[in-house]
């Protein structure tokens, strides 16, 4: 695949098929995330690759961390019944975890380089048809969820991936670069 094609035409994916994705691709992604430039080559990245009966634990923790934050909000329940399901709908998910560096600067550039790693890991399955939709929201700062995967605390979720193929692929929408862009000769 042309990766101009690949940057423009990945999506984030709302609706999966409920396909497995093959390890061999998971496992391309995580050993392409990688390649993220990366200052001082601190490699700062950690993934979770999250399954079966794994998933379906941390689809609920994503219903408590819904609930518990939108607890006085109208629907709450069935918001976080419907966080938890459509975490239930994919066939693996990838938690992306930042080892935070005690001097601020090198932090936010540990973080520039996550983000980019995370970025990686939606291309690479993009090439392969695998959609992605990167999530940040309050699972992330869920402290029975962190505690779950065993984190420290000086290591961040950065995102998580909710991976599968594709079942709809929506359109993108972007102003044009160049609306954005002013050229000093
Ligand atoms: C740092 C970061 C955090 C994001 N967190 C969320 C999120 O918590 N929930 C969500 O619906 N989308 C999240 N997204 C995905 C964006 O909403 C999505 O990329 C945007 O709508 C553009 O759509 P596209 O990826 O199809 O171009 C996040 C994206 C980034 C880069």
């Excluded at 992330?140 to 709809?168: C, M, N, S, T």
């Amino acid at each position: 695949m042309e990766l101009v094609e690949a940057i423009r035409g990945r999506r984030s994916i709302n609706q999966f098929e409920s396909d497995p994705v093959p390890d061999s691709i998971l496992k391309e992604m995580l050993q392409t995330a990688v390649w993220s430039p990366n200052h001082h080559l601190s490699e700062p990245w950690q993934f979770v690759v999250i399954r079966g009966q794994s998933l379906r634990q941390m689809a609920e923790f994503r219903k408590e961390a819904v609930l518990a934050k939108n607890r006085e909000k109208p629907h709450a329940e069935r918001r976080a019944e419907k966080a938890r399901d459509d975490l239930l709908k994919v066939p693996c998910a990838i938690v992306a975890v930042q080892t935070v560096d005690e001097n601020p600067y090198r932090a936010e550039e540990d973080y520039a380089a996550m983000t980019m790693a995370v970025y990686n890991l939606t291309l690479v399955a993009y090439s392969h048809h695998v959609g992605t939709y990167w999530h940040t929201g309050p699972l992330v700062v869920f402290e029975p969820f962190r505690k779950w995967l065993g984190l420290r605390a000086d290591q961040r979720i950065v995102a998580y991936l909710r991976v599968g193929y594709p079942h709809l692929i929506p359109q993108g929408r972007r102003t044009d670069g160049l609306e954005r862009t002013r050229w000093l000769d």
